[in-house]
Nanobody, 124 residues
Framework: QVQLVESGGGLVQAGGSLRLGCVAS????????MGWFRQASGKEREFVAT????????YYKDSAKSRFTISRDNAKNTVYLQMNSLKPEDTAVYYC?????????????????WGQGTQVTVSS
């Protein structure tokens, strides 16, 4: 079992940047593919990005491809989400998640473990 704790959220103006981090504990980090999801108020949780356990493979939601970068440091048991050129529509609670099963990793039900989330608010 793995515990996930996100950090790095906050309030930023449109066009600004934030770097989210998610630290894992309780299990061997490089056993897990990792993902970032977000949930805006009144909306369903949606996929943002995923990274393979080795870090060599990544995949993004279309609207995040040119602005967000997912990365991981297995020595630090941490996955990151660098978000640039933020827009008000990026406002949401951002969650990191871990999964053991192979797959595309774009559906929430594929993930076994979730963090508590960190709020990102982008003002216009």
């Amino acid at each position: 079992q793995v515990q996930l704790v996100e950090s790095g959220g906050g309030l930023v103006q449109a066009g600004g940047s934030l770097r989210l981090g998610c630290v894992a504990s309780g299990s061997t980090f490089d056993r897990y593919d990792m993902g970032w999801f977000r949930q805006a108020s009144g909306k369903e949780r949606e996929f943002v990005a995923t990274i393979s356990r080795s870090g060599r493979s990544t995949y993004y939601k279309d609207s995040a491809k040119s602005r967000f970068t997912i990365s991981r440091d297995n020595a630090k048991n941490t996955v990151y989400l660098q978000m640039n050129s933020l827009k008000p529509e990026d406002t949401a609670v951002y969650y990191c998640a871990a999964r053991t099963e192979m797959g595309r990793g774009i559906v929430a039900s594929e993930y076994d473990y979730w963090g508590q989330g960190t709020q990102v608010t982008v003002s216009s």
